[in-house]
C-alpha cells in the first residue's frame, strides 16, 4: 500500500494509534496532516461551530488529489 499524507482543513487532531497499536514518537501532539500506510485511529477537535461545516479532507499528493482523492463529512 502507498503512503499518503491525509489533511483535515480546518482542525487539529492526535494520531490515537496506528495498525491497532499505540502511536509512535513521529505522531505525537497536534497535527493537521498525517502520513497514512495503514489504518490510523484519529482524535479531533471540532472547534467551529455547525454552520462551518462541511470540512474538506483530501491527500497531498497532487495527482491524487486531482484525481478525486479526497471528500468532505459535516459534523452536528
Known sequence: ??????HIHGVHFEVLSRNGSAPGIR???LRDTVVAQEPIELLVKFTQPAVASPFMY??????HEDN???GQFSVS
Not at 1 to 6: K, V
Not at 58 to 63: A, G, K, V
Open 58 to 63: 483530501h491527500c497531498h499528493i497532487l495527482e
Open 1 to 6: 500500500m502507498m503512503a499518503h499524507p491525509f
Open 68 to 70: 478525486g482523492m479526497m
Open 27 to 29: 505522531d505525537q501532539g
